[in-house]
């Protein structure tokens, strides 16, 4: 069965740091581009960070210097590394396998004081 599933949301302060994880089954995940994106209350869901086969990294402006995706194949897991959280970075998480239309069911990040 092909699941995707997000977990390391957490509430962080201002200026926090917090790893997103998704763990992918069902798919060898290093033969896949994937991807990051997020949606907050009110707005559409909006892309955030991407991962060619080939190793490729793309960022969305608003968390260019801040964020990092990367892949561990042996745990078949993407990750998000964020770091320097504002309170507009707040949103629901989620992950992406390009090419298909499923998610997952998103991990909660929320930055506050």
């Known amino acids: 069965q092909v699941q995707l599933v997000e977990s390391g949301g957490n509430l962080v302060q201002p200026g926090g740091s917090l790893r997103l994880s998704c763990a992918a089954s069902?798919?060898?995940?290093?033969?896949?581009?994937m991807g990051w994106y997020r949606q907050a209350p009110g707005n559409q869901r909006e892309f955030v960070a991407s991962?060619?086969?080939?190793?490729?990294?793309n960022y969305a402006d608003s968390v260019k210097g801040r964020f990092t995706i990367s892949r561990d194949n042996a745990k078949n897991t993407v990750y998000l590394q964020m770091n320097s959280l504002k309170p507009e970075d707040t949103a629901v998480y989620y992950c992406k396998r390009f090419g298909f239309t499923y998610w997952g069911q998103g991990t909660q990040v929320t930055v506050s004081s």
């Open positions: 991962l060619s086969t080939g190793g490729s990294t």
């Open positions: 069902g798919f060898i995940l290093s033969q896949n581009a």
